[in-house]
């Protein structure tokens, strides 16, 4: 069985993680996802205390293994939802966004294991010497909010500039990718769009169906004309109307960040799969079926495990 560094410093199974996804990752998929060995995030996503409560008491009544929650530090409700997984002592809190670091001596004295995700070098030192326990390192093959360099090109630079673990993110949908990742210097991998289509998760089918039936083309990036705020979807009616008014002469930076407001939610809650926004990575063409998320998690490092294994003969 593949174990990592990762996998005794959290306490999980494998050494995998499930991303953390506003409108999507809740209370029950963490659950799911630690109840099948690895580690299952939910997202606090712009909700308040109250809901971030909520996701983990139903975390906490549906596995008595660790899990996770992820923070956006541009949320209006970071601070509150900060000092909530302190007094809930949440095992891992990962965060996007920003940097972590004013909450980090308070998230450390809970016992709790910082683990920020990070597009660059850079950040990544930062991390490291703020405390964190590991990085996830996301490249942009990711869906949602991404950085520049792909996952092959920023993992092994994060790996060869900290000495925390490193788990890596973007493109990876299956055994392959894990071992890929292993062999850039990870010690564990980070997945969202394979987790969208888990039995557990509670995503509108709408969503699901879009990424069952995506191919190797169908994702695009929006918001990455003014920087810092490229976006990876499914092409639909909503990425076509809003790459017209990203650069349509008289767009802003202003202008450009209010068009994707409340689309997540359009998609992923009601069901809009063609004026919604359809957060998903690059391999959304090789997702095809929907599954228990232990059955995924089982799939992929059997197979992981079978390459790792088998790998002297592509080498002599």
Same mark, same amino acid.
């Given at each position: ?44 996503? +712009? ?41 809930? !002592? ?22 709790? !294991? ?43 630079? %994060?790996?060869?500039? %900290? ?16 071992a890929a990742a292993f062999m850039l ?17 509670? %995503?509108?089918?709408n969503y699901k169906d879009a990424v069952?039936k995506a191919t190797d083309i169908s ?15 499914? !092409? +639909? ?20 960040? +209010? ?53 002297? !003969?592509?080498?002599?």
């Amino acid at each position: 069985m593949i174990n990592s560094p990762i996998c005794d410093a959290i306490g999980i199974k494998y050494p995998i993680f499930q991303g953390g996804m506003a409108w999507i990752a809740d209370g029950k998929l963490a659950a799911a996802v630690s109840n099948g060995g690895g580690l299952g995030i939910i997202s606090a996503m +712009n909700a308040g205390s109250d809901y971030l409560r909520e996701q983990i008491a139903i975390a906490k009544s549906s596995t008595d293994k660790p899990f996770g929650v992820n923070i956006m530090l541009q949320s209006p409700h970071a601070e509150e939802v900060a000092k909530v997984v302190a007094e809930e !002592k949440v095992p891992v809190v990962t965060t996007g966004a920003g940097s972590p670091a004013k909450f980090m001596d308070m998230w450390i004295e809970a016992g709790i !294991k910082v683990i920020p995700v990070i597009a660059s070098v850079s950040m990544a030192k930062k991390m490291e010497r703020c405390g964190a326990a590991a990085v996830v390192a996301e490249g942009q093959e990711s869906g949602g909010h991404i950085g520049e360099l792909t996952t092959i090109a920023l993992v092994p630079q %994060v790996v060869d500039a %900290v000495s925390i673990p490193v788990i890596a993110a973007g493109g990876i949908a299956d055994g392959r990718g894990v071992a890929a990742a292993f062999m850039l210097g990870a010690c564990g991998v980070q997945l969202g769009t394979r987790f969208l289509v888990a039995n557990e998760c509670g %995503v509108h089918q709408n969503y699901k169906d879009a990424v069952l039936k995506a191919t190797d083309i169908s994702t695009t990036t929006t918001g990455r004309r003014f920087g810092g705020n490229t976006c990876r979807s499914i !092409k +639909n009616t909503f990425t076509r109307n809003f790459l017209k008014e990203e650069y349509a002469p008289e767009a802003t930076a202003g202008s450009v960040a +209010n068009l994707g407001i409340g689309a997540l939610r359009k998609a992923a809650v009601e069901g809009d799969a063609k004026n919604g926004c359809l957060l998903a990575g690059q391999i959304s063409g090789m997702v095809s079926k929907e599954q228990p998320a232990a059955e995924i998690i089982e799939e992929i490092f059997t197979q992981a495990e079978e390459l790792l294994g088998g790998a002297s !003969k592509w080498v002599r």
